[in-house]
């Protein structure tokens, strides 16, 4: 599975910006896809992701501010990041979960980076 990620950018604190990420390949064997993200000197962590059966799991420090959703048809996740914080800065990652002769592997996009300026 290959994941091409786009958007990102500056923006000020409370605006707002959408992550996309399309996937090619075994984009059958994918069972989640979603978006981690990474901090300046912090690890990576899980922001949202959702599953093929629509289960969305989202972190605590953007409930209510951020939504992800899925175009199964296009094989593409979006993240829509609303009411933006300088603590969202960070490079985001595009993440899908795959099975593939029952073995689990995990694929990463690029990163993108997003930065908000108080």
């Known amino acids: 599975v290959q994941l091409q990620a786009s958007g990102g950018g500056l923006v000020q604190t409370g605006g707002s910006l959408r992550l996309s990420c399309a996937a090619s390949g075994s984009t059958w064997s994918i069972s989640a896809m979603g978006w981690y993200r990474q901090a300046p000197g912090k690890q990576r962590d899980l922001v949202a992701s959702?599953?093929?059966?629509?289960?969305?799991n989202l972190a605590d420090s953007v409930k209510g501010r951020f939504t992800i959703s899925r175009d199964f048809d296009k094989n593409t996740v979006y993240l829509q990041m609303d009411s933006l914080e300088p603590d969202d800065t960070a490079v985001y990652y595009c993440?899908?979960?795959?099975?593939?002769?029952?073995?689990?592997?995990?694929?990463w996009g690029q990163g993108t980076l997003v930065t908000v300026s108080s």
């Open positions: 993440h899908a979960e795959n099975y593939a002769g029952g073995h689990r592997a995990d694929s």
């Open positions: 959702m599953t093929s059966g629509g289960t969305t």
